[in-house]
């Protein structure tokens, strides 16, 4: 009797558009690709603003080591309950002191 009920949500899964169990391991092996996908098109969007307001002294690539260290602060998210805004937080500051002093700019225009 258990088996015909599994077998039948085995097939309406299928239908529905995949397995539930896939997910998970699909979310966990796409995760490193998303992450510097957005590093560089963050990056990216972040140094074309600051060549327009003329605070990019350094080159791309600097923009980047730059966000990478920033990226770092992500570590935080394994505290529990306060992790995910302090990783947030200490993300951006670190983000803006480092543009400021790698494109030796001012801080409004690292902002």
Do not use: K, N
């Amino acid at each position: 009797m258990v088996y015909p009920a599994a077998h039948l949500s085995y097939h309406l899964g299928r239908m529905s558009g995949g397995l539930q169990e896939v997910q998970p391991l699909q979310d966990f092996l796409f995760a490193p690709l998303i992450l510097i996908i957005s590093l560089f098109v963050s990056a990216g969007v972040v140094h074309l603003t600051l060549m327009i307001l003329r605070g990019a002294t350094s080159g791309f690539a600097t923009t980047v080591r730059v966000f990478c260290f920033a990226y770092g602060a992500q570590l935080a998210v394994v505290i529990p309950f306060v992790g995910g805004l302090t990783a947030g937080i200490w993300s951006v500051v670190l983000a803006v002191i480092g543009l400021r002093e790698a494109h030796a700019t001012t801080t409004s225009r690292a902002v």
